[in-house]
């Protein structure tokens, strides 16, 4: 397998998103190298004092290989290029069930939705139809790929919020017992 994280790696339309220097945001950018929309994400957080070097290493090495995701707490404001629009992508319920996680986006109009429908599987829909489902295979950030099934017709704004949904969102993202053994750790 590859040693590149998936969410570094382009979606089958060609679609991939960079963080910038601060990791306090990602651009998504579409196959012709320009920046579609900038996306605030979970800032990584930064130490200070006795084992602030260690600490920071390790958050740094978590964020490499596991990724950006989205703030919870409500709706993020997305700033759509090149005329500076404005768009809002939720991560879904902070706490819960990962089936109580479904993300959502208002993209032009538009009504978007993430929703898991297994461990590795999930759901796009637009305006409560259903446009593409992902299925994660492999184990961990790393491994592994994500495959996206259409259902129909796409065009950029599509793309755009699937490529939101598959790279901070993921299929398959952990569950509450997941997220307990992780904070325990």
């Known amino acids: ?16 998103i960079e963080t910038d220097e601060t990791r306090t945001r990602v651009d998504v950018i579409d196959p012709d190298g320009q920046v579609r929309a900038s996306v605030p994400i979970r800032p ?30 409500g709706p993020s404001p997305v700033t759509l290029r ?13 706490s819960g069930r990962r089936r109580d996680k479904a993300g959502s986006a ?13 461990g590795k599987s999930a759901d796009a829909l ?3 139809t ?11 950030p790393r491994n592994g790929h994500v495959s996206r ?19 901070l969102l993921r299929p398959g993202r952990p569950g509450a017992v997941s997220t307990l053994a992780t904070d325990l750790t």
Do not use: C
């Open 44 to 73: 990584v957080p930064h130490f200070t004092g006795w084992f602030a070097k260690r600490q920071n290493a390790v958050m740094s090495r978590a964020f490499e290989a596991d990724g950006p995701s989205l703030p919870t707490g």
């Open 149 to 167: 099934d259409d259902h129909g017709p796409l065009d950029e704004t599509d793309e755009l919020v699937l490529t939101v949904f598959e790279k």
């Open 82 to 94: 090149p005329h500076g629009q404005e768009a809002f992508v939720s991560d879904g319920a902070v």
């Open 106 to 118: 208002l993209v032009h109009g538009r009504r978007y939705a993430f929703v898991h429908t297994g």
């Open 1 to 16: 397998m590859t040693d590149i994280p998936l969410w570094r790696r382009p979606t089958r339309a060609g679609w991939r």
């Open 126 to 128: 637009r305006d409560g």
């Open 130 to 140: 259903r446009i593409a489902s992902f299925v994660k295979h492999g184990f961990g």
